[in-house]
Structure formats: C-alpha cells, structure tokens
C-alpha cells in the first residue's frame, strides 16, 4: 500500500492538473490535454518507455496465450484494475507488449485473460512474455504505484466537470482477486460511475 504522504503529494498534483484543464473552455481542447496530462503525470513507470523487440525473422504468424486469475483473495475488482480508468491502463498494456488483450469470464470465480499477438516467429513469443509482464506488473501492484495512479487518474476525471468519468471500484461481487500464485499461463457519455462488469472487454474497443 502507498503511504498517507505518498497520498497527499498525488492529491496535491491532482488538483493542479485539475486547475490547468479547467482553464481551457473549448470541450475538444480540454480532452486532448487530459489525456496527454494524465500519461504524463499518471503512467505506471514501467508503461513510460517502450521496450524495443528483438530483431525479426521467420514467418509472420498469430500466437495466443492465457492467463486465469482465481477471483476469490484479492481485496479488489481484479478486471477493473487491469481495464483502468476509461480503459487508459488496458491500452497502456497493449501499447508496451504491442499484444491486443481480451479479458472474460468464463466461471463465476475466474477471469480469463488471452494476450494475442501477430507478429513474425523472432518476435511474437517476446511480445506474449511482455503482455504476460505487463499484467502481473497492474495485479501485483507490490508497491502500491498502480492502485495510486488510478486513483488520481479519476480524481482527474471527476474534476473536470465536462467529461465523464469511469471510476473502477472494489467489489468481491463479480472479479474479486486471485491468491498469490494465482496466475496460470497456458500456450494456447453519462455522469454516472461505472464499474466493469461485462462478460468481455478488448483492449482494442474503442480505438
């Protein structure tokens, strides 16, 4: 978990990107400078740089692998914590292993995670390590840095009067967690706040 200080420096930088973009009054320029603000200032570490692949070779195939994430231990919805605010942390994913992710569940206590990538055979197996990263990266949260981001992310959101916000929250209800060991890798606009509960989310909606 982040600490009480750690918490009142992100509030602090909240309320002065908030201040910033409600000093523009054209709807179209504040959401551009929302979301460059927000990957500046609220980006987990490991999503700022973009690792490069290895050099390609071979045919240019598809490959998919899955994850199952157990829903009964963590204290936290596991697949709005992995989606993020307004889908920013699920896109951040897919921008750093460059592999599209689709999350469902297919069992009332499971969440199914396929991490698919198109690429050639020198370079595919590497992108599904890197998606494979990324997400035991955003569930583990050992030092608390996603949870807080996300956080301030929606405090961002909420702020800015004219955009709506999406507000990921905890709930044992529909994705609760996974224990420890948990993960299993096989080869194969409304004003409301908004938890996801859907069946399936793609990381490529809305792009």
Known sequence: MFSRERFQEMLRRCEEVIDVLNSYRHPA?????????????????????TPQPPIPWGYFIRRQARMSILTTLYPFNVASRIIGPAGSTIRAIKRYSGCRIVLSNMAQSVLIIDIISEDFQGVVDWRIGKGIEAIQYVVKDENGEVSLNQLAEQAVRRGCRAFPRVSPQSNGRNFAGANESGLVVENENTDEETEYTANSFDSSDGE
């Open 29 to 49: 320029l504040r959401s551009v400078a929302m979301d460059r603000m927000i990957s500046d200032e609220f980006l987990p570490e490991l999503f700022k740089t």
